[in-house]
């Protein structure tokens, strides 16, 4: 079977697909990007995702490519297209294509809009084993709140991860507090039975993953806390676990090789799992 990507207005090949050499995301990284998880034919919480992509173009003053309305087309015909049944949908928008400057282009340029989509079926099935962590400083930006595709800081975190045999990077911070993983957010159960995750602001970036899950925290009754927690604090907790479009919930049973509580994961981040698929399995059917 073909598989599409939508490359500014076309479905086309996606072994064809390209841009422009003087796209300003491909020379400049001056873009944004969303990731939407799919899961049964139904996109996960399509309206966070879309309304966080309008405040990263909004932050960076690129237009919006289309209405609300027709990207949700676009979406669904891809999905149908590609008869994604469970994976993810990637949507990236850049400044356009201009002759290169740093500044904005002085004459308008339409902004681009690629999207393609993943299968990654393996990843919802199960829990699984869980998942090692290393620790890395976070040299990004202050602008971590906007989703944007400079992500060299987190490509290097994820691969000094993935090169000491760990899954995800945590960032550290200047005051030795965890920030968030290079591509995912970042949670703890303390010894008392407290969810914590770092607040949102400029360091971190607001995962849709996380709003939900805070909601089914609230739900379930845990006691949820947002404040900074240190990687001392972290390899002291009784679990630890990660969330993100891709990964969901999954829980975290090493850090810089010491077991997080007994080594497995724990019950509060597998009970939170499964209420996170129940959720994503809710919904409208797009494939
Ligand atoms: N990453 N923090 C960072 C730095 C991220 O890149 C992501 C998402 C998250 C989790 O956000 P959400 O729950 O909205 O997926 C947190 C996506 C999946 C990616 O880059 O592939």
Not at 97 to 126: G, M, S
Not at 175 to 195: P, Q, R
Request: hydrophobic share 40%; with cysteine.
């Amino acid at each position: 079977m073909a598989r599409y990507a939508y490359v500014n207005g076309r479905y086309v090949d996606h072994r064809q697909a390209s841009v422009h050499i003087e796209d300003r995301g491909y020379q400049l990284a001056d873009g944004v990007y969303e990731v939407v998880g799919v899961r049964d034919g139904k996109l996960i919480d399509e309206t966070p995702h879309l309304d966080r992509l309008d405040r990263s173009l909004k932050e960076l003053r690129i237009a919006a490519p289309v209405s609300r309305k027709t990207l949700g087309f676009i979406i669904r015909e891809l999905m149908r297209r590609n008869r994604l049944r469970d994976g993810l949908v990637y949507m990236q928008v850049t400044r356009g294509v201009a002759r290169r400057d740093h500044a904005f282009p002085t004459a308008p340029v339409k902004p681009a809009l690629v999207l393609t989509t993943k299968n990654t079926k393996h990843l919802v099935a199960d829990v699984g084993p869980g998942i090692a962590i290393k620790s890395q400083p976070d040299i990004r930006w202050e602008r971590c709140d906007i989703k944007t595709v400079a992500l060299l800081p987190n490509v290097l975190a994820k691969q000094a991860a993935r090169e000491s045999g760990a899954y995800e990077a945590w960032l550290i911070d200047s005051v030795g507090c965890i920030t968030e993983g290079a591509s995912t957010n970042a949670w703890i159960v303390t010894k008392e039975g407290e969810l914590v995750t770092r607040q949102t602001d400029n360091g971190i970036l607001a995962g849709i993953t996380r709003g939900t899950l805070k909601s089914i925290a609230d739900t379930l009754q845990l006691k949820l806390v947002e404040r900074p927690f240190s990687l001392a604090e972290a390899k002291q907790a009784r679990e630890a676990f990660i969330t993100s479009a891709t990964s969901f919930v999954t829980p975290v049973v090493k850090i810089d090789g010491d077991p997080v509580g007994d080594g497995k994961p724990g019950p509060t981040a597998r009970r939170l799992r499964e209420e996170y698929v129940r959720f994503s399995e809710a919904g409208e059917a797009v494939v």
